[in-house]
């Protein structure tokens, strides 16, 4: 295997093996405690201008297939693992990940200590680095990594969005057909707003029993809300996204129009936020974010709890109980994970209720955003 160079800003300078795509490379580093599911990991647009570090030692085992891609592409700068394993195993796969992270562009780190990299991360927070097969110098690499812009300085959702409108022409996944199902006719309609959107998002808003529209994240509110009130769309579906929200200035003015014009709408992730912006309640950064599928969540009031798949660096301030309900929140750190706002149609969560490949048992959330819609 060829050599891979890593330096980040705090110092720490590693060599390591590389796979997948060559070249030097700039992002934020952050681990995912995730046990299964690497591909719908590395294809999350959520995850672009980052680096990945799998708690998992294992890696590549089983293999890459089209029908887990949750994009049309990969979007994140790198994965870090502890081991890699070119030859995989299972009835599904279809390719290799080394061959997946050459033709996506993403660089591969293997033989390196994950478990000191993730220790790092949670006591010292997500960081920037630098990962070159190119470059072996540390005093280079760090000049390189102060000169580049930082994730937080980059409007990745241009890059992921797409760029123009569709529907989307599956539900979820059946295990007996190996497949996914047929969108049927729907009588409900909505559009979703796209800052990233997994296709497992969409998936289980058409099993929802909607008819799902996608549209760029540089959609114009006036015109979705005459599509309202012209009945043409019975709600607004804000999806996931990369980046630091509290930059979409533009997104939130649109966000802000939408809610006035008192249009049902749901939420995920980067679109929570937005909403908690938009309703005047500033995100804020989390040390090192949350990123795994294993996470447990608790409704407040029954303390029924859903074990859930987090992704997400940013986190709506505990302030917006001033003017919403809190239906969900983190065991691990007591964050909000959900909410729905006071004497509005609207709702939203932190966490990926549709979590492929699991867990499952958030996936009645979508159900209740299609009771709503008009």
């Not at 070119?86 to 993403?106: A, I, M, T």
């Not at 293997?110 to 006591?123: C, E, P």
């Not at 990962?131 to 760090?142: C, F, G, P």
Request: hydrophobic share 35%; net charge negative; aromatic share 8%.
């Amino acid at each position: 295997m060829q050599k891979v160079w890593i330096y980040l800003e705090n110092g720490t300078f590693l060599e390591a093996n590389s796979f997948g795509a060559t070249g030097t490379t700039v992002g934020e580093i952050v681990f995912n405690t995730s046990l299964t599911g690497y591909q719908e990991i590395i294809s999350d647009p959520s995850y672009a201008g980052q680096f990945v570090t799998f708690t998992m030692p294992e890696i590549g085992n089983v293999g890459v297939n089209a029908d887990d891609m949750e994009s049309k592409t990969a979007y994140c700068k790198g994965v870090l693992v502890r081991n890699y394993h070119h030859e995989h195993s299972n009835y599904r796969s279809e390719g290799d990940l080394d061959s997946f992270l050459k033709e996506h562009g993403v660089l591969g780190i293997t033989a390196i200590d994950t478990r000191y990299l993730t220790k790092m991360i949670r006591d010292e927070g997500a960081m920037m680095m630098i990962a070159s097969t190119e470059i072996s110098s540390k005093e280079e690499l760090a000049t390189k990594l102060a000169e580049s812009p930082r994730i937080e300085d980059i409007n990745y959702i241009k890059e992921v969005s797409t760029k123009e409108p569709y529907v989307h022409k599956n539900g979820a996944w059946n295990h007996e057909k190996k497949a996914y199902n047929k969108a049927v006719m729907s009588d409900k309609k909505v559009v979703v707003v796209d800052f990233g959107v997994k296709r497992n998002i969409l998936n289980e808003l058409v099993e929802s029993g909607l008819e799902v529209e996608v549209v760029p994240s540089t959609f114009k509110a006036d015109d979705l809300i005459a599509r309202f009130e012209a009945n043409e769309i019975g709600g607004i579906f804000l999806s996931n996204g990369p980046g630091d929200p509290l930059t979409l200035t533009e997104e939130k003015e649109q966000v802000q129009k939408l809610i006035n014009a008192n249009i049902p709408m749901f939420a995920i992730c980067l679109g929570h936020q937005m909403l908690s912006i938009a309703h005047g309640h500033d995100t804020y950064k989390l040390p090192f974010g949350q990123h795994g599928g294993n996470h447990p969540v608790a409704n407040p009031e029954t303390m029924i709890v859903e074990i859930t798949a987090q992704n997400h660096n940013y986190n709506v301030p505990d302030s917006i109980e001033q003017i919403a309900e809190i239906t969900h929140k983190n065991l691990f750190d007591g964050t909000i994970e959900g909410v729905k706002y006071k004497n509005k149609e609207i709702f939203s969560v932190q966490h990926h209720p549709e979590a492929s490949p699991g867990p499952h048992e958030s996936k009645y959330i979508f159900d209740e955003f299609a009771k709503i819609v008009k």
